[in-house]
């Protein structure tokens, strides 16, 4: 999570690419078998690998097809397993990676020996005809030049790579692999990809976990400057009570302090590039807030040193902090993800609108952020052809839980508080303290793995007890230098 600090606070550094990439039939269906070969993403585990073919546009099911990379770890024991448990990636990112599997192997390995864990790379993700385009994060006639050029370069139309043309491409996997009922896993964005496909296909759900993430109804970004408040101020509260931490640090005075410098002139900072050669860098209110959210409010590793970095970005010390953590090689350098343009403005979770963000203003010191980004937002999904997302209530009757933390910055409980009145079997646990980085290790591994071997609705005392065991689990504030 440190490398989205950077990644988020150099904003002033230009983004390259060469616009999108090449269609499969440019290389020719040959390259994209059918058939079950053996792989080994990111060179950390073995699975087998095949592709399967859906319709670029549902709308046309006999026209333009594309491939999705599918992965299995087939079931050790069973030879012919009946169901399996399908992992869905968070925001912008594709499941078949080594890193993602090999965390879903041993967090689900005791599922393995009867089912089958299955991965799927979304459309539009790396591994599946994924396009991108340079300059997209402009605003103004810069922008709608962006939009222009790379719509013209676009080697597909990037306007059904939507969340519902998704979770219809998720159940033709389902059947391509031939299962009738299927366990579902996901965390942040892959809750939108769960519960989107339970909202269609929920006669083929036989269970499904989900950690940190948002009802499709619930306009979590327009809600971030509350919640990503609540998150820092719990943090301010557990540095207050921790002598080591408040002996040294006021994290809410040095957050203001550093808020009012950035809103009247960006930061000019000068650090060691990538290349190891000084490069300049524009840190902008917008960039520094994106990144106390996503590089340290999101993960309890990364929290417990916002106090101290704070202390050093109220006194200037940009560089010091970026340098001697070794960020710099995290710049981003890369064009936008085509896809996660769609979704933004299709889905109704990723709805935003400015003039509600504004009124946020008296209780959040998070609002300029997320109002520049509405604005954004609101100025691109303008120009940008999108066919209609994800919306509306999921009715299941089909064993959900939600797993959220207290002081998770984006999805906190709040935002799955209403799934029990269409979803009668779901359980909300909540995790106090936890972060949106909730991942199902330790006991909630155990009770996640229990759930989906039944099938059967949560049995809500374990998960209790093991939410309460969590709450002391947490890093401690490193100490001062």
């Not at 060469?18 to 073995?46: D, E, I, L, W």
């Not at 979770?167 to 692999?177: I, P, T």
């Not at 930061?267 to 840190?283: F, K, L, Q, Y």
């Amino acid at each position: 999570m440190l490398a989205a600090v950077v990644a988020v606070l150099a904003m002033a550094v230009a983004s390259c690419g060469k616009g999108p990439v090449p269609g499969p039939r440019a290389a020719g269906p040959a390259r994209y078998p059918t058939s079950f070969f053996t792989c080994t993403p990111g060179g950390q585990v073995t699975a087998r690998c095949r592709y399967v073919w859906v319709p670029q546009d549902w709308a046309h099911p006999h026209g333009a097809q594309m491939p999705l990379l599918v992965a299995v770890m087939p079931a050790t024991v069973t030879s012919h397993p009946t169901t399996a448990l399908f992992y869905l990636a968070g925001w912008g990112g594709s499941a078949v990676t080594g890193d993602q599997m090999t965390w879903a192997v041993q967090s689900f390995g005791r599922l393995n020996p009867t089912m089958d864990l299955v991965f799927v790379a979304q459309r539009g993700t790396p591994l599946s005809w994924p396009q991108t385009c340079p300059g997209l994060d402009a605003t103004g006639p810069g922008l709608r030049a962006a939009v222009r050029h790379c719509l013209a370069s676009a080697s597909r139309s990037p306007r059904h790579d939507t969340t519902a043309a998704a979770a219809r491409d998720l159940d033709q996997v389902r059947k391509v692999l031939g299962y009738n009922k299927i366990n579902l896993y996901g965390g942040s964005y892959g809750v939108s990809m769960g519960l989107a496909y339970l909202q269609r296909y929920g006669a083929h759900v036989r269970s499904a976990v989900f950690y940190s993430g948002s009802l499709l109804n619930v306009p979590l970004w327009q809600l971030t400057p509350v919640h990503a408040q609540q998150a820092f101020d719990q943090l301010a509260a557990r540095c207050a009570a921790a002598p080591a931490c408040a002996r040294f640090y006021h994290p809410a005075a040095d957050l203001a302090t550093v808020v009012n410098r950035l809103r009247a002139h960006p930061a000019r900072v000068t650090i060691t590039g990538p290349s190891g050669r000084p490069e300049t860098v524009t840190i902008t209110l917008t960039a520094f807030l994106n990144a106390v959210i996503d590089g340290y409010l999101s993960s309890p590793d990364t929290a417990v040193l916002l106090p101290g970095d704070l202390h050093a970005f109220a006194r200037g010390q940009w560089a010091k902090v970026i340098n001697e953590r070794g960020l710099a090689s995290a710049i981003p350098t890369g064009p936008t993800q085509l896809q996660q343009i769609t979704i933004r403005c299709g889905d109704a979770w990723a709805a935003m609108n400015p003039a509600r963000i504004a009124q946020q203003a008296r209780v959040s010191l998070f609002t300029p952020m997320m109002a520049a980004t509405a604005a954004w937002q609101q100025q691109l999904c303008a120009l940008w052809p999108h066919d209609p997302g994800v919306s509306g209530v999921v009715r299941s009757n089909v064993p959900v839980v939600f797993v959220n933390g207290t002081a998770d910055p984006v999805d906190p409980p709040a935002n799955v508080a209403a799934a029990p009145r269409t979803m009668p079997h779901a359980l909300l646990v909540t995790i106090p303290g936890g972060s949106h980085d909730v991942a199902p290790t330790g006991c909630l591994a155990t009770q996640a793995t229990a759930f989906i071997q039944a099938g059967k609705p949560a049995n809500r005392a374990a998960w209790v007890a093991c939410a309460r065991t969590l709450a002391h689990q947490y890093p401690a504030f490193p100490p001062a230098p």
